[in-house]
């Protein structure tokens, strides 16, 4: 069972959207922090954003701030992704990332426990 499972992904041109989901499974509890990473081609992954348990507390990427907004729904398990003014630089592998631990608020990779499969973003100009 896939305890993460991220959907949304897709083609779009420059400065379109695109609204990414990430369901979580029950084991996935909604006091877990979450966050979103990417990858491109050839690149490390990267943070996005992140969000705690009541979207008290969030953080972005610099990268992504005006254009990306990250919430959560903790009734349906799913955290979102809205992605505004996309650019060609976008274009990556979008992941969801669950935190177990509940003391950290993290923005690197080896501080999320469970991970999606990814979904494809690509922006062409």
């Known amino acids: 069972q896939e305890e993460l499972v991220e959907s949304g992904g897709g083609s779009v041109q420059a400065g379109d959207s695109l609204r990414l989901s990430c369901a979580a499974s029950?084991?996935?509890?909604?006091?877990?922090?979450r966050g979103w990473f990417r990858q491109a081609p050839g690149k490390e992954r990267e943070f996005v954003a992140a969000?705690?348990?009541?979207?008290?507390?969030?953080s972005y990427a610099d990268f992504v701030k005006g254009r990306f907004t990250i919430y959560r729904d903790n009734a349906n398990n799913t955290v979102y992704l809205q992605m505004n003014s996309l650019k060609p630089e976008d274009t990556a592998v979008y992941y969801c990332?669950?935190?177990?631990?509940?003391?950290?608020?993290?923005?690197?990779?080896?501080?999320?426990?469970?991970w999606g499969q990814g979904t494809q973003v690509t922006v062409s100009s």
């Open positions: 990332a669950a935190d177990i631990s509940q003391v950290r608020f993290g923005v690197r990779v080896e501080e999320y426990d469970y």
């Open positions: 969000i705690n348990w009541n979207g008290a507390r969030i």
């Open positions: 029950e084991r996935i509890f909604s006091s877990y922090v």
